[in-house]
């Protein structure tokens, strides 16, 4: 599985981004999809994911103003990201969970800076 992230970038407080993520080859094997941020000096953090029956869930600290989406026909997935904050600034990765229930699949990261 390989995947491809990307609408990272440079936006003001309370400004919208919106990442995508693309995925291809055996993505059969795919349960579900997740949104990760890392920051400078901070450990990775699950924002957001996708199960394969379409269940969501967010971390308390994007919940309300990320939404995650699929396109099953573009094999995509979506994070939109709305009210951001400076302390949303990170290196955004999107993530792909095999049935071994583990995030075995990482896309490149994807920058988003957010300025006061």
């Known amino acids: 599985v390989q995947l491809q992230a990307s609408g990272g970038g440079l936006v003001q407080a309370g400004g919208s981004l919106r990442l995508s993520c693309v995925a291809s080859g055996s993505i059969f094997v795919i349960t579900a999809m997740g949104w990760f941020r890392q920051a400078p000096g901070k450990q990775r953090e699950l924002l957001a994911a996708?199960?394969?029956?379409?269940?969501?869930n967010y971390s308390d600290s994007v919940k309300g103003r990320f939404t995650i989406s699929r396109d099953n026909t573009k094999n995509a997935v979506f994070l939109q990201m709305n009210r951001l904050k400076p302390e949303d600034t990170a290196v955004y990765y999107c993530a792909a969970k095999s049935p071994g229930g583990i995030y075995d699949y990482w896309g490149q990261g994807t920058q988003v800076t957010v300025s006061s």
């Open positions: 996708i199960a394969k029956g379409g269940s969501t």
